[in-house]
């Protein structure tokens, strides 16, 4: 097996992706160990992996239906299961009701997430994609969450409720009509 292989499921765009989904995972891990600085880093980089990918799947003519399958799960773990980690184990619950409240917004974003992940996969399947996005991208979505992170780190906005209806609306944008471009 060749890594310029289009039919190769290890070629190298998807070892790129894949690389991406292992650290996704390993930010979650650190998230739960309370080091979020080292989850944010992580997180970049799986960034900069996500934008790797499609280059390279571009540049050797790699794309593929797994290579495209590959990414929304990368993408899902990595933009949207660890961002939601990040700032529920990061915002603070007081009571119980707060905690249960915290967790059922994140589901209602992971859900929302996913969702649009598997939209845009049915569309790209159509071939309806066009040079626009409809709805927040996930990376996108993830960049948003860790502003949430930074201001309610750096108490700009310190309310719990505010920070919560705030993932809500980031949740619903997933699966908005709002058009995005194509960077």
């Known amino acids: 097996m060749h890594l310029l292989e289009r ?7 998807n070892i790129v992706t894949f690389a991406n989904i292992t650290l996704g995972i390993v930010a979650i891990y650190f998230i739960q160990q309370g080091n979020f600085t080292v989850a944010i880093v992580l997180a970049w980089i799986a960034g900069a992996f996500d934008i790797l990918d499609g280059k390279i799947a571009r540049r050797f003519n790699l794309s593929c239906e797994f290579g495209v399958q590959l990414d929304s799960f990368a993408d899902f773990i990595s933009f949207v299961v660890m961002p939601s980690f990040l700032l529920f184990y990061a915002l603070e619950k007081s009571t119980p009701f707060e905690t249960v409240l915290t967790g059922l917004v994140f589901i209602y974003y992971i859900i ?4 649009r992940l598997i939209e845009f996969n049915l569309k790209s399947e ?13 990376p996108l979505g993830a960049i948003l969450l860790w502003v949430l992170y930074l201001i ?27 058009k995005i471009p194509h960077p």
């Open 152 to 178: 309610y780190t750096y108490h700009i906005v310190h309310n719990l409720y505010s920070i919560l209806a705030s993932v809500i609306l980031i949740g619903w944008l997933l699966n908005s009509r709002v």
């Open 7 to 13: 039919d190769n499921r290890f070629n190298l765009a």
């Open 126 to 138: 159509a071939g309806s994609v066009t040079k626009y996005f409809e709805g927040v991208p996930t």
């Open 112 to 115: 929302s997430g996913l969702r």
